[in-house]
């Protein structure tokens, strides 16, 4: 079974840009949930979304966006680049029903770099 | 707000004894994930601990939660080299919301 793809793997871009990151849950997971890692504030947790809908939002700015389209697979947008948004962004998979078990699969990430 | 705590923030320890890593969450929750992360690499599921006094183990690493203290541990018997790695807790609040909110995590390193 196929876990989660992320594409691009790294990604050197500068101030002002935007960039939109992929992610490929496992087949069958609705759950796409995505997280920001830097050394400074650790792992935060960007958006959720379960269905094409997005069921949950973390504290990030507008610039900060995403979508999920009928196969699952969702994108992550972040406009007008500072150099704070350098970070490794996570996906994380999961089937999307709340309580129980409910494992998180995650992917490799998208290494970001904001010159 | 939920918050979550870990300690130590790093642990140096030699192969063969026996350490355990603490984690203190804020608010009700009955659900709590330990993850491993290698050195630029994502983060691989360990365990997940869904009620009071659950308790779970794999090979050297034991994990175990007290809802009611708001505490989990995770405890590792005879060190050895592969272990070493940062491990995060995670919990997920009691509100219908699947947001995982992360420790800091603890950076462990075996020392042969």
């Known amino acids: 079974k196929a876990g989660v793809t992320q594409t691009p793997r790294y990604l050197i871009k500068t101030r002002g840009q935007q960039v939109t990151l992929s992610c490929s849950p496992i087949s069958g997971h609705r759950s796409v949930s995505w997280y920001q890692q830097t050394p400074g504030q650790g792992l935060q947790f960007l958006f959720e979304y379960f269905s094409e809908t997005q069921r949950n939002k973390g504290n990030f700015p507008g610039r900060f966006s995403g979508r999920q389209f009928s196969n699952s697979r969702s994108e992550m947008n972040v406009s007008t680049l500072e150099l704070g948004d350098s970070a490794l962004y996570l996906c994380a998979s999961s089937l999307g029903g709340y309580g129980g078990v409910e494992k998180l699969f995650f992917g490799s990430g998208t290494q970001l770099s904001v010159l | 707000e939920l918050k979550v705590e870990q300690n130590p923030l790093f642990l140096s320890m030699q192969e063969g004894k026996n350490y355990t890593i603490y984690c203190n969450y804020s608010?009700?929750?009955?659900?709590l994930y330990w993850y491993r992360q290698d050195p630029g690499k994502s983060l691989e599921s360990l365990f997940v601990l869904l009620s009071n006094g659950a308790v779970k183990q794999e090979g050297r690493l034991m994990a175990s939660l007290d809802t009611k203290a708001r505490l989990s541990t995770l405890h590792i018997t005879a060190a050895v080299h592969d272990l070493s790695a940062t491990y995060f807790c995670a919990v997920v609040s009691n509100f219908g919301n699947e947001k995982l909110t992360f420790g800091t995590g603890t950076r462990l390193t075996i020392i042969p």
């Open positions: 608010t009700t929750s009955d659900r």
